[in-house]
């Protein structure tokens, strides 16, 4: 997997170093949205500096998408292969608000609002909240 991680760090101009490498594949592997701090713990010898370069890198680069899911702390998913992070490529998000977690509901879009007077949207955020299915299950 590291190959591919690698490959598609270089795809997008992002020369693939170590940490850069880990942090991705954290980020990848993990199944719901990371904040700062959850990622910070897995790397707990690295600056704080280093890992927030790298996350900024990597959302200007489109590998990831930031979340405000309004717990006061971002959140990062993987965006999909080659997302340009255009309103018309962005998906729904789910908070649950039993176990706090954050998930990329990657298969809806963002409906479509058109608007008068020249708004241009270069943006979206769309937050749903409520119980996710592990939770609804206790």
């Known amino acids: 997997m590291n190959q591919e991680l690698e490959d598609r760090l270089k795809r997008v101009g992002i020369n693939p170093t170590a940490m850069r490498l880990l942090v991705f594949e954290e980020i990848i592997n993990s199944n719901k949205a990371i904040n700062f701090y959850e990622l910070e713990q897995k790397f ?3 600056e704080r ?3 927030y370069r790298t996350l900024k890198v990597f959302e200007d680069k489109h590998l990831i998408h930031p979340i405000s899911d ?7 998913a993987v965006c999909k292969k080659d997302c340009n992070c255009k309103p018309e490529e962005l998906h729904v998000h789910f ?4 176990c706090e977690v954050t998930y990329c509901l990657n298969d809806i879009p963002i409906p479509k ?7 241009t949207v270069e943006t979206a955020t769309y937050l ?8 609804y299950k206790v």
């Not at 908070?95 to 039993?98: A, N, P, Q, R, S």
């Open 113 to 119: 609002v058109i608007l008068k007077d020249n708004y």
């Open 128 to 135: 749903l909240k409520g119980i996710c299915p592990s939770c």
């Open 49 to 51: 500096s280093t890992l």
């Open 44 to 46: 707990d010898k690295v």
């Open 95 to 98: 908070f649950c608000t039993k």
């Open 70 to 76: 309004g717990t006061g702390s971002v959140k990062y």
